[in-house]
């Protein structure tokens, strides 16, 4: 007969797990047939929520830590899996990162761990040897999701920084052919600074976003690097990217104003305010994978 509680921990049940472990404590120190026990299960499928249960309910953690299965594996070797977080819903490009931090979270948040790097099993692979074996293809495939993203998000950062460098030297009401400054310096001259000040934003953050783009594409995408460097990297190009576009709009909108077209004025602000409620959905769609672990990374860290 199958141990319901490792049955219930493979399947990521976790009532059931707390419930059984509420009423029989003693039951958690039981194994599978594989020599595993329920803490090895839990790194395995990357549970998070049954892993932070264990930390806190079991007494002899330590112990079960320490224990090497059937083939050799260690805790180690078991968190160097290929896997996702049951928890959060992964695209290929960023299960990679989910990994690797799972891998540095196990490994640094018990210390005594350490020792078991270089610890190798019947088939003499050690935990990291494993990970890199094990997340090879998935290191390729998200390598080229994220290069092919970036190539196209880098287009349209040269887009966005072309078209408005254009417009810092178009200012709405012409130039005076006398003076050759602008006509509406004297008129509308707040109105023109925040003009300006709008296109001149957009200028530095799709600058500032090329800038994180290119520094993505030339990674030498090692696996450590998918652990922070990447994923602030990309969030960061992301952010840039849409305050440029919510400035481009802005300048746009700031645009008729100067010209003193009241029918387009208000076309432009409904324009604004749907512009901005679009680009801010695609936004967070896009990135908030990305800042969801972002956050968990943080969290953990404060545990090492």
């Not at 079991?58 to 805790?75: F, H, P, Q, R, Y």
């Not at 783009?213 to 030339?218: A, F, P, R, V």
């Not at 409904?270 to 969290?299: C, E, N």
């Amino acid at each position: 007969m199958k141990n319901p509680l490792i049955e219930a921990t493979k399947n990521g049940i976790d009532e059931l797990v707390i419930g059984i472990l509420e009423k029989f404590p003693y039951a958690a120190y039981g194994y599978d047939e594989n020599g595993k026990n329920i803490l090895h299960i839990a790194v395995e499928q990357k549970d998070r929520i049954l892993y932070n249960y264990f930390m806190k309910k079991i007494i002899s953690k330590k112990d079960m830590l320490a224990d090497v299965d059937n083939e050799g594996n260690t805790i180690l070797h078991l968190a160097a899996s290929l896997g996702t977080t049951p928890r959060v819903l992964l695209g290929r490009l960023n299960q990679m990162t989910w990994d690797i931090c799972w891998f540095t979270r196990v490994l640094y948040e018990h210390k005594f761990l350490e020792h078991f790097l270089d610890h190798e099993n019947i088939d003499g692979k050690t935990a990291r040897d494993l990970f890199i074996e094990n997340h090879s293809n998935l290191k390729e495939q998200s390598e080229k999701a994220l290069k092919d993203m970036n190539n196209s998000l880098m287009v349209v950062s040269v887009l966005i920084g072309t078209v408005n460098y254009t417009a810092l030297f178009t200012i709405p009401g012409a130039f005076d052919g006398k003076t050759g400054l602008p006509v509406l310096r004297h008129t509308n001259e707040h109105e023109l600074n925040i003009f300006n000040s709008y296109v001149t934003m957009t200028l530095i953050c799709s600058l500032f976003a090329l800038i994180m783009m290119l520094s993505i594409q030339l990674s030498r995408f090692r696996s450590s690097d998918f652990y922070v460097s990447l994923p602030l990297r990309f969030f960061f190009a992301m952010l840039t990217l849409f305050i440029s576009l919510i400035s481009t709009v802005l300048a746009c909108s700031e645009a008729c104003v100067l010209e003193a077209m009241t029918d387009v004025q208000v076309m432009a602000w409904w324009t604004l305010l749907s512009s901005g409620v679009v680009l801010g959905l695609i936004f967070v769609d896009t990135v908030y994978l990305t800042v969801t672990y972002i956050g968990f990374a943080a969290l953990w860290s404060l545990y090492y």
